[in-house]
């Protein structure tokens, strides 16, 4: 995979997410997935 089609995945699943959550969801979502992975935005 390029760059770009990663960047296009990526776009892709949030345009997902976004569709399935309702309003300011979608931003708590990512940012418990970040610190799931590491305490990145602390």
Do not use: P
Request: no cysteine; aromatic share 10%.
């Amino acid at each position: 995979l390029t760059r770009r089609q990663i960047d296009d995945i990526i776009k892709g699943r949030l345009s997902d997410l976004a569709w399935d959550s309702a309003g300011g969801t979608v931003s708590t979502k990512i940012t418990e997935a970040w610190h799931r992975e590491g305490d990145f935005w602390d």
